[in-house]
């Protein structure tokens, strides 16, 4: 299928979403275009450098950014900077809104890239979401062996839920031996969902692993 072309409309949100204003016409790539940052300078850049994360050349003064201002723009964001900036593609220690430690770099910040780690919590949320609407209670966080973290233990149906972010995929032999001693140690089965599937795959997955799994009664 044919990729659409690039319409001025949208050119002109992403320059919204980065808090400058865009006042020329958007023609290509490569065509400078006037705009308005945040701090009210009138300058000029193209699309290809904007995608970059290239910023405004008066704000940089068209040299190194500084320290000082790397770590102004993070707090306009809610953000606090803890790594000293070097280039643009160096990973930093960041503490987002929510106290989330993450890591990111300049370039990636420039372009709009978010928290990691409140991305991954989005699939969590999710889940409870899902959990919530069945009417299923449960414990998020669970922590009752040693100190192994659980994103969900359902008690009336005794088993475990933990929802799998990509990062996972990279420490499936940790993973498994932590599923082993938490099974061992509490007799619970442990059920593991695929986050990267998406969405409707974790509901799913969910109302498969409850349909299967006998309520606990005190009879």
């Known amino acids: ?30 065509a400078k275009m006037d705009f308005i940052c945040g701090q009210g300078h009138r300058h000029q850049i193209t699309r290809s450098n904007f995608k970059r994360g ?9 040299e190194a950014l500084t ?29 987002c809104p929510k106290g989330h430690s993450h890591k990111i770099t300049w370039s990636n910040f420039q372009k709009g890239h978010g928290c990691g780690k409140c991305f991954e919590k989005k699939f969590e949320s999710h889940a409870a979401s899902v959990l919530d609407d069945l009417g299923i209670p449960y414990i998020r966080e669970w922590t009752g062996v040693r100190r192994y973290r659980v994103d969900f233990y359902l008690p009336d149906h005794n ?3 933990e929802i799998d972010e990509a990062f996972h995929k990279k420490q499936k032999l940790a993973d498994k031996t932590r599923q082993l001693r938490i099974e061992i140690e509490t007799g619970t089965p442990f059920e593991r969902i695929d986050a990267t599937k998406g969405m409707e795959h974790i509901t799913t997955r969910i109302k498969h692993i409850l349909s299967g799994s006998a309520v606990i009664t005190n009879s």
């Open 1 to 30: 299928m044919a990729r659409l072309p690039l319409t001025h409309a949208k050119v002109a949100e992403e320059f919204t979403t980065r808090g400058w204003k865009l006042l020329s016409r958007y023609q290509n790539a490569h």
């Open 54 to 62: 290239n910023g405004c050349g008066k704000c940089c003064s068209n």
């Open 67 to 95: 320290q000082k201002y790397v770590e102004a723009e993070f707090a306009k964001a809610g953000w606090k900077l803890h790594s000293k900036y070097s280039v643009n593609s160096s990973k930093l220690d960041i503490t």
């Open 159 to 161: 088993i475990f839920i």
